[in-house]
């Protein structure tokens, strides 16, 4: 039977979260949640951070998803809310709020919630979401005499790029800020920040990408940074076939040998969420890494069987990223990230939790 799969480890999640705790000590950990868990499934990540001290989601369907699932874990509202409802609806799913523009202020300081926390959002050169420094003290005082306890964040642009000139700017102006404000809690690093600048971590740290098994560097693998991968998606072979010299292989015709070939073809294609476009892609059968070769298809993909030592069975087990091959890898052939593989990976591949 064709049966892509994505295997799951509860282990590697709980692993990586402990990666966190590593990292940063002495810091409240929100896990980020958001996207379906970065496409892992809510439910089963749910399972495997129950020490995390917050889980963090981009809207509220996903804060009632987690309400539904039975967890009590806080919750952080990421992008905060986007009606007076919600505002009001949060306070019963006990879910904190980022307020970043004004429509959110007020409805904080019409309608006060006793006792309830909100993360502050400034700009300080991300230009997406927040206040800009001179809104965000005023926003401050404003909520702090309504009775709130404040945790004031922002997002860098650039932290996977250490060097990158913008990461001290934003650094510099939330250290004015939160200077200007103490005493207040802070929460400045996501993956690559909290990795990069433990003198940052302050009272809450967010990792997303690293609790997944993805490293948010290019120039560092996440087994170099003791991350394993929480996701592995592999299929199977359903054809080989010997190629002569000057055969041409898939649509377009853009592959040609140059050599006798083993060709091996593979049961994964777009159709599955594996991306259309690579260049420089491989898989790996039975620990070995063998090139993809011309185009990906809805339902199929083609492999250079000709180097491996023996060449393999049909339904032979092919792995598309995770376990023996980095999914890091796997992304820049398609010339994006890990977060996106992750997120757009079809429903079709069945899920199975290994651990």
Known sequence: MREARVS????????????VRGFAPHSHVL????????GHGLAFAL???QDADALGVAFFKEARDIRALGNTQPIVLIEG??????????????AQCVIHQDGQLQW?????????????????GM??????PDEALAAAQLLRAAGYDLILTMHFANADEPNHPLNQAQIDLFLTLKKQLDPIKASLCNSAALIQWPQLHFDWVRP???LYGSSPFSDRSAIQLDMKPVMTLTTQLIAIHELPIGAVVGYGSNFITTRITQLGVVAMGYGDGYPRVVSGAQ???DGIKVPIVGRVSMDMLTVDLTDLPMLPSLTTEVILWGNSLDADDAAKAAGTISYELFTRLAMRPIRYIVD
């Open 108 to 124: 904080a300081l019409e309608h006060v919630v006793p006792n309830a926390t909100i993360w502050l959002k400034v700009n300080t």
């Open 47 to 49: 399972n495997a951070v």
């Open 283 to 285: 898989v790996s059968i």
């Open 8 to 19: 799951l480890s509860t282990k590697a999640l709980s692993h990586n979260l402990q990666r």
């Open 127 to 132: 230009n997406r979401l927040g206040f800009s």
């Open 208 to 210: 997303g990408i690293m």
């Open 81 to 94: 809310v986007f009606t007076l409802d919600e505002w009001l609806e949060a306070a019963t799913l006990k």
């Open 31 to 38: 896990a980020m949640v958001k996207a379906d868990a970065y």
